[in-house]
């Protein structure tokens, strides 16, 4: 009803031009047909395929078509509308009182004549009361006549709508199958939560997908769902995903942070008693290289138990003038339909700086990002890391924009005991064997990164001499390594030194 009643308003406006952008053809034409309030107002549709046609609105459900015939014009043929230019020409010297629907047409208006055509017929609007309606996937206006034409978006279906949408679809399999569809709620609950912002068609197809595998909605369906909704929305390579990301969940380390996601969750997944809380917006994670910045991030996909999203920033600039900002557009856009999510930009400062050598493609992605940032009102947090703060814009990182600034440190001993065992463990290495205490007070200084190779290197010259990898092995790696924390002291000691005032631990 909100669709139908804004359509209604813009054909009654004065914009001679509506252009509705969506793979919903059919949909959208039945709604231009129930908005069409006016009988004086014939509708009309042109295709490649059938050139120019009537809508006859005599049946709702299966709409006729005919060839135009005007008066007192001899019968044409199929093929005299089928060209662009010539219906164009047809319409603007014979037609009144008409909606024209062009389907797909967007190719066609790289040729100045087709350009000018369809500017004249916008032009004489209020003699002919010809209104053109463009329908297509995608539609770029031209700069000729874009102060002529307006947008209307096809409205996504809601919670209420989809979860109508799966009652629907289960009695259509009980009648066909003569049982039930077994349902577990929080399946569907989490189903109908991670189908919000697919069309309507969409919505029914995966719906289906999920119901008729097995006859059942379980939480695998929630995970199939997801997949083929991000095919569906991110196809240009410039947003990673990953569903998986419970494991994470249970990582060591980053105490303070996961106390600070447990007290959001609820809020940021919707379940929100309390309507004066703000839905949380996103953290800066800072720290020394190689101390688990990525694998915080997807600790925090684990934690509230949704899908990681990564912005590729090498992906998304291109050298094409308008290209990366229309990149990093419908890169947010995929996000917002794929929430709730987490979105991670991994080193920031690589794609969003602010010194001498700024170019105006960034600037211009800065602004991109922080207008979304300002108005985005989906369920996606942004965990963004960085390892050169100093060149982040402060506008970029100030209260408003992220929530917090967490600052991911060296590990300390009892966090490094914890990180070699989940190593040790990784490569099917009995813990007991191991003197953690001994390793741990050792490698002092060490990253979560040095630690992990300091075990590889261990594992491979203990096979070299066909032994297993003990303490002893292990020892001699992290004695012969010079962690990053010794040679690079000066800048870590200065970021740890910034830090300290400016951040919270994130341990």
């Given at each position: 009803?909100?669709?139908?009643?804004?359509?209604?308003?813009?054909?009654?406006?004065?914009?001679?031009?509506?252009?509705?952008?969506?793979?919903?053809?059919?949909?959208?034409?039945?709604?231009?047909?129930?908005?069409?309030?006016?009988?004086?107002?014939?509708?009309?549709?042109?295709?490649?395929?059938?050139?120019?046609?009537?809508?006859?609105?005599?049946?709702?459900?299966?709409?006729?078509?005919?060839?135009?015939?005007?008066?007192?014009?001899?019968?044409?043929?199929?093929?005299?509308?089928?060209?662009?230019?010539?219906?164009?020409?047809?319409?603007?010297?014979?037609?009144?009182?008409?909606?024209?629907?062009?389907?797909?047409?967007?190719p066609y208006l790289t040729?100045?004549?087709?350009?000018?055509?369809?500017?004249?017929?916008?032009?004489?609007?209020?003699?002919?009361?010809?209104?053109?309606?463009?329908?297509?996937?995608?539609?770029?206006?031209?700069?000729?006549?874009?102060?002529?034409?307006?947008?209307?978006?096809?409205?996504?279906?809601?919670?209420?709508?989809?979860?109508?949408?799966?009652?629907?679809?289960?009695?259509?399999?009980?009648?066909?199958?003569?049982?039930?569809?077994?349902?577990?709620?929080?399946?569907?609950?989490?189903?109908?939560?991670?189908?919000?912002?697919?069309?309507?068609?969409?919505?029914?197809?995966?719906?289906?997908?999920?119901?008729?595998?097995?006859?059942?909605?379980?939480?695998?369906?929630?995970?199939?769902?997801?997949?083929?909704?991000?095919?569906?929305?991110?196809?240009?390579?410039?947003?990673?995903?990953?569903?998986?990301?419970?494991?994470?969940?249970?990582?060591?380390?980053?105490?303070?942070?996961?106390?600070?996601?447990?007290?959001?969750?609820?809020?940021?997944?919707?379940?929100?008693?309390?309507?004066?809380?703000?839905?949380?917006?996103?953290?800066?994670?800072?720290?020394?290289?190689?101390?688990?910045?990525?694998?915080a991030a997807k600790a925090?996909?684990?934690?509230?138990?949704?899908?990681?999203?990564?912005?590729?920033?090498?992906?998304?600039?291109?050298?094409?003038?308008?290209?990366?900002?229309?990149?990093?557009?419908?890169?947010?856009?995929?996000?917002?339909?794929?929430?709730?999510?987490?979105?991670?930009?991994?080193?920031?400062?690589?794609?969003?700086?602010?010194?001498?050598?700024?170019?105006?493609?960034?600037?211009?992605?800065?602004?991109?990002?922080?207008?979304?940032?300002?108005?985005?009102?989906?369920?996606?947090?942004?965990?963004?890391t960085a390892n050169d703060?100093?060149?982040?814009?402060?506008?970029?990182?100030?209260?408003?924009?992220?929530?917090?600034?967490?600052?991911?440190?060296?590990?300390?001993?009892?966090?490094?005991?914890?990180?070699?065992?989940?190593?040790?463990?990784?490569?099917?290495?009995?813990?007991?064997?191991?003197?953690?205490?001994?390793?741990?007070?050792?490698?002092?200084?060490?990253?979560?990164?040095?630690?992990?190779?300091?075990?590889?290197?261990?594992?491979?010259?203990?096979?070299?001499?066909?032994?297993?990898?003990?303490?002893?092995?292990?020892?001699?790696?992290?004695?012969?390594?010079?962690?990053?924390?010794?040679?690079?002291?000066?800048?870590?000691?200065?970021?740890?030194?910034?830090?300290?005032?400016?951040?919270?631990?994130?341990?």
């Amino acid at each position: 009803m909100f669709d139908l009643n804004n359509l209604k308003l813009l054909l009654q406006s004065h914009f001679p031009i509506i252009v509705i952008e969506t793979h919903e053809e059919v949909r959208a034409i039945d709604l231009l047909k129930r908005a069409n309030t006016s009988s004086q107002n014939t509708i009309l549709s042109w295709s490649a395929t059938d050139g120019l046609n009537d809508h006859h609105t005599g049946s709702q459900s299966q709409p006729v078509y005919k060839e135009l015939q005007l008066e007192g014009e001899a019968p044409k043929q199929q093929h005299d509308s089928a060209t662009p230019d010539t219906m164009l020409e047809r319409v603007k010297r014979h037609f009144k009182d008409s909606i024209v629907l062009l389907l797909d047409f967007h190719p066609y208006l790289t040729e100045p004549r087709i350009v000018r055509l369809v500017k004249e017929i916008a032009l004489n609007h209020h003699e002919n009361n010809i209104r053109l309606v463009f329908i297509s996937h995608q539609f770029e206006i031209p700069a000729e006549f874009q102060k002529l034409c307006t947008r209307f978006e096809l409205s996504l279906p809601d919670k209420d709508k989809i979860k109508q949408l799966v009652k629907d679809e289960a009695k259509i399999w009980n009648l066909k199958n003569k049982q039930k569809v077994k349902a577990d709620n929080k399946a569907v609950d989490l189903l109908i939560q991670n189908l919000t912002g697919v069309t309507n068609s969409d919505a029914k197809r995966l719906i289906r997908n999920a119901i008729y595998n097995d006859g059942a909605i379980t939480h695998s369906d929630v995970k199939g769902v997801m997949e083929a909704k991000y095919q569906l929305v991110s196809q240009n390579g410039v947003l990673a995903f990953e569903y998986d990301t419970a494991e994470f969940a249970d990582v060591g380390g980053f105490k303070h942070l996961k106390d600070w996601l447990n007290k959001r969750k609820q809020v940021f997944l919707g379940d929100q008693t309390n309507k004066a809380l703000d839905s949380p917006k996103g953290i800066l994670l800072l720290g020394v290289q190689g101390c688990g910045k990525s694998l915080a991030a997807k600790a925090i996909a684990g934690v509230w138990g949704v899908p990681l999203l990564r912005l590729d920033f090498g992906a998304l600039f291109n050298k094409y003038i308008g290209e990366t900002e229309k990149n990093i557009r419908d890169a947010l856009k995929s996000a917002e339909t794929l929430s709730p999510c987490v979105l991670w930009i991994d080193e920031i400062e690589k794609g969003i700086q602010t010194s001498d050598g700024t170019t105006g493609t960034a600037q211009r992605v800065l602004a991109t990002f922080l207008t979304w940032m300002a108005e985005n009102k989906k369920s996606v947090f942004i965990v963004a890391t960085a390892n050169d703060i100093q060149s982040l814009p402060p506008e970029l990182i100030r209260k408003g924009r992220m929530d917090e600034i967490f600052f991911v440190d060296l590990p300390d001993t009892q966090t490094r005991k914890e990180i070699l065992a989940v190593h040790l463990q990784k490569r099917d290495l009995d813990v007991a064997r191991f003197d953690l205490a001994l390793l741990a007070h050792e490698s002092d200084g060490f990253s979560g990164a040095e630690l992990e190779q300091a075990i590889v290197s261990a594992s491979y010259s203990a096979f070299a001499n066909n032994q297993n990898a003990d303490n002893e092995y292990i020892l001699k790696e992290i004695h012969h390594t010079r962690p990053l924390s010794i040679v690079m002291s000066e800048k870590i000691d200065e970021l740890r030194a910034w830090a300290k005032s400016r951040s919270v631990s994130a341990n």
